[in-house]
């Protein structure tokens, strides 16, 4: 059986960046699950759905055809065969996922996609529930937060540094909303597994971070 390491927490833990490092370090494949959820959203928004009509976006999400490749060991997203990562990215979007992303058709039909990943691959796995409901096998969980504080100031200085607009209180206030719908949708909201192990990144950087979840790792390895 493959080895699967699951990173679950809120938007802004730093999840991806330090998953995708473990996974580096490890030679697993880096699954970003967030970013299937965002391709769905991409697809919903330009077919013009609301994502809050549940039996619109139950019936069109069978149209969208979601899978992933890898380049230059980088994962890509691919919508209906288009390579729609450059888009994924974009507030819009993620406020989209994080609203039809509650839609148990959509999450049924990723969950697919990312168990049968992780049936073939090592992989390390983040999102939202990925300990919980999608590899509860894993060999290692890991739950990643930090407060909403640090997680706005990070995302402030992400776009600002992209030369983008950005108010920090309105990031806050979007960064509170949307933990409040991740956590409290009725379909796999976002928890932390009872095996999980709690890794708050509010005072670790990245480096710090990554070390952290080798170093547990490491530990399961030993005792096993
Ligand atoms: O991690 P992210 O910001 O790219 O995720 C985008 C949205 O997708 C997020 O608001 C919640 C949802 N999501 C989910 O419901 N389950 C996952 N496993 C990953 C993401």
């Given amino acids: 059986m493959p080895i699967s390491i699951a990173i679950d927490g809120p938007a802004g833990a730093g999840k991806s960046t330090i998953a995708r490092r473990v996974a580096g370090k490890l030679g697993f494949i ?38 992933i490749a890898y380049r230059d060991g980088e994962q890509v997203v691919l919508l209906n065969g288009e390579d729609v990562t450059p888009f994924l990215r974009a507030e819009e979007v993620g406020n989209m ?72 209180s309105e990031i806050a206030a979007e960064i509170r909303e949307r933990d409040e719908r991740d956590m409290t949708r009725a379909v796999s909201p976002l928890k932390q597994a009872e095996d999980a192990v709690l890794v708050d990144t509010s005072q670790m950087d990245i480096e710090q971070a990554t070390d952290a979840i080798l170093a547990l790792y490491g530990q399961r390895v030993e005792e096993a």
């Fill in 97 to 168: 996922a994080s609203v039809s992303s509650a839609n148990p058709q959509v999450r049924v039909k990723l969950v697919e996609l990312q168990q049968s990943l992780a049936r073939t691959e090592n992989v390390v796995m983040d999102g939202r529930d990925i300990g919980t409901v999608v590899l509860p096998q894993a060999d290692l969980k890991i739950y990643l937060t930090a407060s909403v504080e640090v997680r706005a100031n990070r995302r402030y200085l992400e776009l600002t540094k992209k030369g983008e607009a950005a108010v920090l």
């Fill in 30 to 67: 880096y699954v970003d699950t967030g970013a299937m959820y965002r391709a769905m959203a991409l697809f919903l928004l330009r077919k013009g759905i609301d994502p809050t009509d549940a039996e619109a976006v139950s019936g069109r999400c069978r149209e969208a055809q979601i899978s």
